[in-house]
């Protein structure tokens, strides 16, 4: 089991459905659940689940550079900057929901150990790993991990964050 806690430090409508939607995100089957992780919101949880406005995001991400745009996952938290939640990247050419579903679906990959990777090629499904923020390179927008991320997550050979 990885328990999480979640963290809304934002006050605005765009963001306040944020803690519902991660919850049904790390819940759905169609996620990282396939590769044998279960994932629980718990209040006293060692793992922190945050969006924050983007110099917030920075000071959580440090060393990270995310420049105030970007999300991340250091240590024992995954942090998601809100004007991304709010409105995606011009790079990303799915819509809005499905950005929301990979910015969710690709930070806590990272969490549970998964690294980066390309897209495999022009005109197919962009796997979750991809920085689908900045290069899709090709691949088609995509809000799930694929059937492969899937079977290379179940080995549990990379280890999960350190909180």
Known sequence: MVPY????RTQDAATQDFAATVDAVLTDPRGWQQAGFRLERRDDAQYLVVIAEGSEVDALCAP??????????NAGV?????????SSTP???GDLATYRLY???HEVGHLLGQRHVRCPGAGLPSPIMVQQSTELDGCLANGWPLPEEIAVAARHDQPIAPA
């Open 5 to 8: 806690r979640l963290e809304v």
């Open 103 to 105: 910015l969710i679906n």
């Open 78 to 86: 995954v942090a998601f900057n809100a004007d991304r939640w709010r």
């Open 64 to 73: 990270y550079r995310t420049r105030s745009t970007y999300s991340c996952q």
């Open 91 to 93: 790079q990303f050419t």
